[in-house]
C-alpha cells in the first residue's frame, strides 16, 4: 500500500537532518535526487509494502521505524530486521529486483523521507561510491536477520523481548512506547501469553512500566544487562558500518 505524501511537513532541512544513510550520499547525488523527496507521515502498524509486491519507492526513516516481516503460506509473520534513521527499506529494489521479499509495517510512527524507484536506480547506475554504500547497507542488514533468526531460534521470549525494547528505544529517543501485546507476539513470532509473563517479570524487576498499551523504559542498563548478546552484535555492525573510513559521511 502507498501512502500518499504529508506536504504540510515537506521542510528541505529535515529531509538529510536525521536519516544517517541519506546524509551519507555524495552531495552531487543528495543535490540531483532533492527535487524527487517527499515526506509521509504512516501510522502505527501501516503496511507499507506486501512481500511479493512491486515496490515504487525506496522509504529513508526520519523519526519511524520500519519492520520486515517474513510472511508463511498460512498467513504467520515473524519480524526478521527492523530499520530507522540509521538506514532504509527499498534499497535491494532500487538496485535488481522491483519487488519486495518481506511485508513491511510501520512499527514506530514518525515521518519517512521517500524516493521514486527508478531515480536511485539511475543513481545507483551512475556513481561507484552509492553502489558501494547501497552494497555495504544490504550486507550489514543482512547480518541482522542472520542474527535475528539465531536470536528467534536460541534464546528465551524475555530475552528476546528486552533485546527488541532496546532497539526500539534507540529509535524513540527515550519515548514511551505503544504497543500491545498482541503487537509484540507478532514481532516475536511469540504467543500472547509468553509475551505478558515476559512483560510481568521485567516490570516485576524494574525494568520497564507497563499500563494500557503503553510501555515505558525504567531501567536501560538493566535491561541490558537482561538482554542476549544480540543487541549489541546488530548495533556494533551498523556503528562499524557509519565508521570512517568504510563509509564517511560527505
Excluded at 12 to 23: D, E, F, G, P, Y
Aim: charge should be neutral; include cysteine; proline fraction near 3%.
Amino acid at each position: 500500500m502507498e501512502m500518499n505524501p504529508d506536504m504540510t511537513q515537506f521542510e528541505n532541512n529535515i529531509l538529510v537532518r536525521h536519516n544517517q544513510l541519506l546524509r551519507a550520499f555524495e552531495p552531487d547525488v543528495r543535490h540531483r535526487i532533492h527535487p524527487h523527496l517527499e515526506v509521509v507521515s504512516p501510522k502505527l502498524g501501516d503496511i507499507v509494502c506486501e512481500a511479493g509486491s512491486a515496490l515504487q519507492h525506496v522509504y529513508f526513516p526520519e523519526g519511524a521505524v520500519l519492520s520486515l516481516l517474513t510472511v508463511l503460506e498460512n498467513g504467520d509473520a515473524i519480524e526478521t530486521a527492523n530499520i530507522g534513521r540509521e538506514g532504509a527499506f527499498g534499497l535491494f529494489a532500487a538496485m535488481y529486483s522491483r519487488q519486495s521479499f518481506n511485508r513491511c509495517i510501520v512499527q514506530l510512527e514518525g515521518p519517512i523521507v521517500r524516493c521514486g524507484i527508478e531515480v536511485l536506480h539511475a543513481e545507483f547506475k551512475h556513481s561507484g561510491h552509492l553502489r558501494d554504500l547501497f552494497v555495504s547497507y544490504s550486507e550489514t542488514l543482512l547480518s541482522q536477520v542472520q542474527q535475528s533468526v539465531a536470536c528467534n531460534a536460541m534464546h528465551s521470549v524475555e530475552k528476546r523481548m528486552c533485546r527488541w525494547l532496546l532497539m526500539m528505544h534507540d529509535r524513540a529517543e527515550g519515548q514511551a512506547l505503544a504497543y500491545t501485546h498482541e503487537f509484540m507476539s507478532h514481532m516475536l513470532g511469540a504467543n500472547r501469553k509468553s509475551v505478558t509473563l515476559a512483560a510481568r517479570s521485567m516490570q516485576a524487576a524494574g525494568l520497564i512500566s507497563y499500563r494500557r498499551g503503553t510501555m515505558q523504559v525504567r531501567d536501560r542498563a538493566g535491561l541490558e544487562a537482561a538482554s542476549c548478546e544480540c543487541y549489541r552484535i546488530v548495533k556494533e555492525r551498523f556503528n562499524a558500518f557509519f565508521s570512517p573510513p568504510s563509509m564517511a559521511a560527505q
